[in-house]
């Protein structure tokens, strides 16, 4: 059983940058591909990136060339570092976990949730 617990929200103004962290334990981390999805007020859950064992990265296009998603194994932390934030971004934001990277990318799903962290950007 994977536990995932995410760091790093806030409120920051438009233009400005944050880093999400997410700690991951109970399995063998660098065997899961790890992802961060959001879910906005009154929308959808939807895909934001995700990162292979091998560290090869996907993005949504919406978040292409602004945010990036790496991993640290040693440390079993995957993070993303948002910069140009637009209000558009605001919304809750997810880590996942899931042996199947497929799962994360092309289903938009995974077996394991964290609890969320509040990103708020303004105007």
């Known amino acids: 059983q994977v536990q995932l617990v995410e760091s790093g929200g806030g409120l920051v103004q438009a233009g400005g940058s944050l880093r999400l962290s997410c700690t991951a334990s109970?399995?063998?981390?660098?065997?899961?591909?790890m992802g961060w999805f959001r879910q906005a007020p009154g929308k959808e859950r939807e895909f934001v990136a995700a990162?292979?064992?091998?560290?090869?990265?996907y993005y949504a296009d919406s978040v292409k060339d602004r945010f990036t998603i790496s991993r640290d194994n040693a440390k079993n932390m995957v993070y993303m570092q948002m910069t140009s934030l637009l209000p558009e971004d605001t919304a809750v934001y997810y880590c996942?976990?899931?042996?199947?990277?497929?799962?994360?990318?092309?289903?938009?799903?995974?077996?394991?949730w964290g609890q969320g962290t509040q990103v708020t950007v303004s105007s």
């Open positions: 990162i292979g064992g091998s560290s090869l990265t």
């Open positions: 109970g399995g063998t981390f660098n065997t899961y591909a």
């Open positions: 996942a976990a899931d042996r199947v990277r497929a799962r994360l990318t092309a289903l938009h799903t995974a077996g394991y």
